[in-house]
């Protein structure tokens, strides 16, 4: 079997490639709990293959994830500057605004109470913005996070029992 190919032997296109990490770990594992048991070792025998065409998949996949992790990181920033950008458009109509009414005493108390409101409330709808990247942002990177940990446990697992069944066979003098 061609390495670095999906196991059904298609090839995948545009956001048919997007192989979650995940779902190629969840495949692996089950690969790995339908394969042949050795007899009261309970070892599995699994095709070295196999393994390695999961792990192509697996480092096939990884630079994607890395990719929407740092466009998460750009659009979280372009989120942040476009709510600072709003906030001072904000600031400045008020501004004119306010300079507008004050030739008169009482239009110019009502404006720049109404201004006081105006900043305020965009201050804190910049502030709701740039809390809300954030935590998407974060949420993302979180999520992100689990899934490269898995995966690194997966791998770490896969590689530690070939190891192992490499070392039992060495010491039955299988070489």
């Known amino acids: 079997m061609e390495r670095g190919l999906p196991l059904d032997g298609s090839r995948r296109r545009g956001g048919e490639n997007k192989l979650q990490v995940s779902r190629i770990i969840d495949e692996l594992e089950n690969m790995i ?7 009261m070792t309970g070892k599995v ?3 070295d ?15 994607e994830e890395i990719q929407q992790a740092k466009w998460l990181t750009k659009e979280r920033q372009r989120v942040i500057q476009d709510a600072e950008d709003e906030c001072q458009r904000m ?4 501004k004119s605004y306010v300079n507008k009414l004050s030739s008169e ?7 720049q109470s109404q201004s006081e409101e105006i900043l305020a409330k965009a201050k804190q709808e910049a502030d709701e913005l740039k809390q ?5 942002a974060d949420d993302v990177l979180q999520q992100m996070e689990h899934l490269l940990t898995r995966a690194a ?10 190891k192992m069944e490499s070392e039992r066979d060495l010491d039955r003098g299988e070489g």
């Not at 005493?105 to 404006?111: D, I, K, P, Q, S």
């Not at 809300?132 to 998407?136: F, R, S």
């Open 33 to 39: 709990a339908t394969s042949s048991r050795i007899p």
């Open 45 to 47: 025998l699994v095709d």
């Open 49 to 63: 293959q196999l393994i390695l065409n999961y792990l192509d998949r697996i480092r096939t996949a990884l630079p």
């Open 91 to 94: 600031i400045e109509e008020t």
């Open 105 to 111: 005493t009482e239009v110019y108390r009502l404006a």
């Open 132 to 136: 809300g990247a954030c935590n998407y």
């Open 153 to 162: 446990t997966t791998v770490r697992k896969g590689r530690d029992e070939l």
